[in-house]
């Protein structure tokens, strides 16, 4: 992934450099389309209230902005050298993970890209292993192995953060090729960016699934920008969910901001799955907040971009959405917050508090079969 | 004992994992309908049907990874290379995901998968299609890598490796495959990982060789042996893990050592046994360690250029004449 080079000093600073570094940059943004923007997307949401019960939708709020400030205080121990290495954070992106992992069961696979703590915690992993991972402690879900981009748990069926562009999708096809051969109804969800879309794995892979009628759901999360190459510099054919075409694959545009379309879509995705075994294309169109990892400041966007789509951040929509149905209130959601910012705290105590992996760690696990040739020369 | 070829054992071998074990399927490019290029697959489709012996397309990346991803979820994938030429479209799944998951994820999922195929010098099909790359594989910690070059070890060898919870690059050799040996008839013979074999005993000077260099090597042996040197000939057959022991205890005894491999010198596994015998047994060396490499260029097409690039019996000869002091 990207050369790490210097941290910001602090999530704010982030933005604030790609403010300054802006290119393109319009005098002011035009608030009326952006309200009017917002209204609709509000409007849409609305509409999808139904059938959903107080207690899913809370959830839903509650395990967004979890995400949010998880990765807020991932941003902050970054900056203090708690975390080491890449880390790449998933603000603004929260309604997909969260959107798609509420449509299926704790027993069906999820694999996603270097970007996935937000899918860790969605999928139910404990803060408190993940950021431990981060930190790089024995107590961490990867043992401290793997760190941000390798979060796993076996427990929940969470198989993995990969670190090269592109190459969870073969795998994904593996495990959704896995459940068909033993008969089961799992599916796979399979998370990646839309760089990835111009990797073969990912044609080689839609190829086969299709093919071979696999259960496997493609989420590209379309957040427009491969590191700092705009979608517009890198992919002739920019409507990703058309692609779906050249495989005769079932697919579909997502607002990636609107939760409840994110759990509809793949909704729909996993019935097909589970009943016949047949593959989705979900191009989800979503926004990072942040820059690609800690060390990028973002200078390849605009202001007005990034004011654009902080108008319709997730979060933000979904509460609106909440009070203005009178689903829930402001104090519920602020004791919400308070709830999540307790756990996100008692997370980074945990790792803090956590030990290193031992020393000897470094030469366990590499292989499940150890060889001893003297003790095979015996046999 | 049954006489069989390699290509004959490896399908035994092959079929009886199969029939012993509903989690093992095989997947490749023609290695069902077509019953296999070089015809090791052959019959299985009919005795197995399509759910467990698969021919995929001419997707390298995309099948090697599946089958990463099928075995995180409990099935045991054999994926044949049509030739580990090809193998060099799926690197990124076999490096970086096969080998590194089980660390990666902190001992969570391991990789039992075998990719297997022909691979070394073919005849006359020039550069890209002969070749040996099991240097590149044996580098990474998370593999094992294994080389047969008996008929008998093809199969015990590959039964073991379909067993096995690791990943495990199976190499066999393109020019091979007709060979014919004895292999014992029960059906649960295997042959241990990571055990060197001494293909035949000797006193005066060591010979390491794998895969189609073995036949070679004891050829060498023979006329050596007429010329009063006594050669010991040990096939590592595991090229990681590595059983250098055997190879020291026989480097200890001789004293005197000749590396044969295919593969290009630069680099090569060889190079790897080369500075182990030094670690390990340098005060027992009463000369330089020789290797025989293949040449250090790509494969030529010309039937003269090729037997040039490809080592010999007379350059085994040569190598062993070199470290005795004979000539």
């Known amino acids: ?379 | 004992m049954q006489t069989i070829t390699i290509r004959e054992a490896l399908n035994q071998a092959i079929r009886e994992e199969l029939a012993r074990d509903e989690k093992v399927f095989l997947m490749g490019e023609e290695v069902a309908a077509y019953q296999g290029a070089y015809k090791v697959t052959k019959g299985l489709l009919d005795e197995f049907g399509p759910k467990r012996v698969i021919d995929t397309p001419i997707t390298e990346l995309g099948f090697a990874g599946l089958g990463v991803g099928a075995a995180m979820v409990g099935l045991r994938p054999i994926v044949e290379f049509m030739t580990f030429n090809f193998s060099i479209l799926a690197t990124d799944q076999i490096i970086n995901s096969a080998a590194k998951m089980l660390y990666m994820s902190g001992g969570q999922y391991k990789i039992p998968i075998v990719f297997r195929g022909p691979g070394g010098s073919a005849f006359q099909v020039s550069s890209q299609h002969s070749q040996a790359i099991e240097s590149w594989y044996a580098y990474f910690p998370g593999i094992k890598v294994v080389m047969p070059s008996t008929a008998a070890d093809a199969k015990g060898l590959l039964k073991s490796a379909i067993r096995d919870d690791d990943p495990v690059i199976f190499i066999e050799q393109e020019r091979m495959y007709g060979n014919k040996g004895e292999v014992p008839d029960d059906p649960d013979f295997t042959i241990p990982l990571g055990v060197a074999d001494i293909k035949r005993e000797g006193k005066d000077v060591t010979i390491v060789a794998r895969s189609l260099m073995v036949p070679l090597a004891l050829k060498a042996a023979e006329t050596l042996e007429q010329q009063g040197v006594s050669c010991e000939v040990i096939d590592p057959r595991t090229i990681r893990p590595l059983d250098i022991d055997t190879i020291v205890e026989s480097v200890k005894k001789t004293n005197r050592v000749v590396l044969a491999e295919e593969s290009h010198p630069f680099c090569g596994v060889n190079a790897e046994i080369s500075t182990q015998i030094m670690e390990r047994a340098f005060d027992y060396l009463d000369a330089p360690i020789k290797r025989v490499s293949g040449a250090d260029v790509p494969m030529p097409y010309a039937k003269n250029l090729e037997n040039l690039a490809v080592p010999n019996v007379d350059k085994i000869v040569a190598a062993v004449r070199e470290v005795a002091y004979l000539d």
């Open chain 1, 1 to 379: 992934m990207s050369k790490q080079t210097a941290a910001p000093s602090s999530a704010a600073g982030a933005e604030e450099k790609s403010s300054a570094g802006v290119i393109d940059a319009p005098a002011e943004v035009d608030k009326k389309t952006l309200t009017r923007e917002r209204d609709t997307a509000k409007a849409q949401q609305k509409s999808r209230l139904s059938g959903l019960d107080k207690e899913t939708l809370v959830h839903l709020y509650r395990q967004m902005l979890l995400i949010r400030r998880f990765e807020e205080k991932a941003a902050e121990a970054y900056s203090a050298g708690k975390i080491g290495g890449f880390c790449h954070l998933y603000i603004g992106q929260e309604a997909v993970a969260v959107g798609a992992l509420s449509a299926i069961r704790q027993d069906d696979y999820v694999l996603a890209s270097y970007r996935e703590h937000g899918h860790a915690l969605a999928k139910g992993m404990s803060a408190e292993s993940i950021m431990a991972e981060l930190f790089g402690k024995a107590t961490g879900c990867s043992k401290g192995k793997g760190g941000s981009m390798h979060m796993f748990d076996r427990e929940v069926n969470l198989l993995g953060g990969h670190a090269i562009v592109g190459g969870q999708i073969p795998l994904a096809t593996g495990t959704a090729f896995g459940s068909k051969y033993q008969g089961t109804d799992q599916v796979t969800l399979c998370f990646f960016g839309e760089a990835a879309v111009n990797q073969g794995a990912f044609h080689e892979s839609l190829n086969m699934a299709q093919l071979w009628k696999l259960p496997c759901i493609y989420i590209c999360e379309n957040n427009q920008y491969g590191m700092g190459t705009s979608l517009e510099r890198a992919m002739s054919l920019r409507d990703i969910a058309q692609k779906a075409c050249a495989y005769e694959m079932a697919s579909e545009f997502v607002d990636g901001m609107d939760v409840l379309a994110v759990r509809e879509a793949t909704q729909r995705a996993v019935e097909r799955g589970r009943k016949d075994y047949l593959p989705t294309l979900l191009e989800v169109r979503t926004y990072r907040f942040m820059g690609h990892s800690m060390s990028d400041p973002g200078n390849y966007r605009t202001r007005a971009e990034i004011e654009k789509y902080q108008e319709r951040d997730p979060i933000k929509l979904f509460s609106a959405t909440l009070k203005e149905e009178n689903i829930s209130d402001d104090s519920e959601l602020e004791q919400i917050d308070h709830e999540v910012r307790e756990e996100v705290e008692r997370a980074v105590r945990f790792a803090d508090e956590s030990p290193e992996p031992a020393p000897e760690e470094l030469y366990t696990e590499i292989y499940a079969n150890p060889i001893d040739p003297t003790r095979n020369r015996a046999q």
